[in-house]
DNA sequence: GATCAGTTTTGGTATGATCAAAACTCAATA
DNA sequence: TATTGAGTTTTGATCATACCAAAACTGATC
């Protein structure tokens, strides 16, 4: 590919074929939007507006509010006056959930991204055993403590279950991950959601929690390496029964 | 928030507000380019055709065809026919370039993608050590030597540098590592080309190389993760002379 | 068979019109 | 005075049409 593209180095695509108008004028609120000149929350101009104050016709600007919104930098409800959006992690990965949920057709992407949360959490539990702090390891308590209490209620197990997970990615302090967490959630709750929940299960489920608990709160990083990787190992092999059965 | 929606399962935000005949066009190519009839590079129908076998107007096609350039489901250059472009996880990531790099203003973002990074590939490192293949090590290997020989070239420098660290991306035969990979050069390269640098700085990123490869030759993840913590601690320390320097 | 001028196709943009839903106005009402 | 609701205006969604310039195509030419 590239490999041999050392001395052109600008050559990776910014060659500016031609520019559209409606680009110059998504440019032109991206700008705005990021400044804060349009505050979040706050509708776009009419589009009448735009155009007298522009000087572009209708379709142009319509396109260029077409970009934004599909970018995630407004939100678009049919027949509303579109919304600024300032974006964030949460906002991208949501731009590009479609494309994630398509590529999480077959069990191959389904096991690729598994495989990345498996990482991150395995990371995660290491360095809580690490370092987590006095708090940190509270709130992961009180996480595992509402995990318990329901384990014979099917949805709340459901939540409490996340809810220990991102305790967990909550614990850095890197917002990045708490966007990461939910992108996972998103992308594999279909898979999740599919498989037949019982109380049993709840209950092995929330023994493994408390076992990545344990070990971190021994400051023990192997263990709590092991103890999140037989619980997601665990919960794959849930996944992958469901994936085998219905292709 | 939504903490207690538990018994309104469907409420995530599934309102269909009425959609517009735009999405549904959109729709419509979305499944055409997933199931392939609609191949990979193949050219998007002219609009005006595409005008006739829907019934619907060129407005609503030119919208549909902009979402799915958005999407990154086609490639569209001005004035030419919009290509398919299946997607993958680069694709995805492409698409929300623009707007992570807009999270990348602030320092505050970019460290906390970089600190990600220093996840990822502690993790890799210690993967590495515990379970690194033959062949994965002997890339490692003729990667980092390709680095050695580059020292006093700066351009070639900076690729050998790319690419060691992409084999370690490779290794786990992970695709969306890969992908993750490309995120973390195209992102972070923007800081990184801003610094200066010189022949005694790649020497030193040569030998935290050497380091980090040693460990894995070794079977030391302890060492590994240490060695990469080191060596990105570095980098973070050069990239955030560069953020202090310009704010 | 390669090349290039001429024609047709097609994407980008502009205009104006229509329709239904949203937003707004304001008087009648409690 | 606050509220409500009918009536009016604004505005987003869609369509039809037109024009231009660049791309794609066609043939004749060498």
């Known amino acids: ?66 970009a934004l919104s599909n970018k995630g930098l407004v939100e678009a409800k049919p027949r509303y006056r579109p919304v600024v ?69 099917m949805e709340l197990f459901f939540h409490t279950d996340i809810k220990f997970h991102r305790v967990m ?6 917002p990045l991950l708490v966007s990461i967490h939910k992108a996972y959630i998103t992308w594999l709750k279909p898979n999740w959601t599919k498989m037949p929940s019982l109380p049993a299960r709840n209950r092995l489920n929330f023994e493994s929690h408390t076992a990545i608990y344990n070990a971190i709160l021994m400051r023990d990083p192997e263990k709590a390496e092991e103890a999140v990787r037989k619980h997601l190992s665990d919960a794959w092999q849930q996944i992958n029964k469901i994936l085998s059965g219905s292709h």
């Open 85 to 153: 959006r300032k974006p964030s992690f949460d906002t991208a990965i949501d731009t590009v959930g479609n494309v994630v949920s398509m590529l999480l057709e077959d069990s191959e992407g389904v096991k690729n991204l598994f495989d990345t949360r498996v990482m991150v959490e395995v990371y995660l539990a290491r360095q809580a055993a690490l370092e987590a702090t006095r708090e940190g390891v509270q709130s992961l308590k009180d996480a595992l403590e509402e995990n318990e209490a329901a384990i014979d209620n």
């Open 1 to 66: 590919m590239s490999e041999l593209s050392i001395f052109k180095s600008e050559a990776d695509d910014p060659v500016v074929h031609g520019h559209r108008a409606a680009d110059d004028l998504f440019r032109e609120f991206e700008k705005m939007i990021i400044s804060g000149k349009l505050a979040d929350g706050e509708p776009l101009p009419p589009e009448r507006e735009i155009v007298e104050s522009f000087g572009v016709s209708r379709t142009v600007v319509r396109e260029a509010i077409l």
């Open 169 to 174: 990615y909550t614990m850095p302090g890197n």
